[in-house]
């Protein structure tokens, strides 16, 4: 399974990175959006973990130019990971279509792990 992280906090960075790999996922990470959606044009990601603001270009801006193009390969769902809950990136989020949030500050390494096995699971199944 591969799971692409991007948030420009780089401590928060390489922690995801560090749980989600001692769970055996196979983890890019991306700095802001202009590298996520490189990343993303690549594809063949399970599950996509998005800040909403970074640098260069935001999470939304990144799916919106995604949208726009294509990727290599096709992508899991994308889910904004983000202490951002207003109403109005929760609409542009939802006009993107974006699967879902998770605010940062709700999960601990041990509930982002069930949360991301979770949707993971929900993502297997929808697939067979």
């Known amino acids: 399974m591969r799971i692409l992280v991007a ?3 780089s401590a928060l960075r ?6 989600l790999e001692a769970e055996k996922y196979e983890v890019d990470i991306a700095e802001d959006g202009e590298k996520a959606l490189e990343y ?15 640098p260069n270009m935001d999470g939304l ?3 919106s130019a995604l949208k726009r193009t294509s990727s290599e390969k096709p992508n899991g769902p994308i889910y904004f990971l983000t202490n ?11 006009a993107l279509e974006v699967q879902g949030y998770l605010i940062k500050s709700q999960y601990t ?3 982002l792990i069930k ?11 929808k697939n067979l």
Request: charged fraction near 30%; charge should be negative; glycine fraction near 6%.
């Open 7 to 9: 948030d420009d906090e």
């Open 40 to 54: 993303l044009q690549k594809g063949g990601y399970n599950l996509i973990l998005l800040d909403v603001q970074m």
């Open 14 to 19: 390489n922690l995801y990175k560090q749980i």
């Open 61 to 63: 801006a990144a799916v």
């Open 84 to 94: 951002n809950q207003d109403d109005i990136t929760i609409a542009k989020s939802v």
């Open 109 to 111: 390494p041990d509930l």
């Open 115 to 125: 949360e991301i096995k979770r949707i993971l699971d929900g993502e297997k199944s």
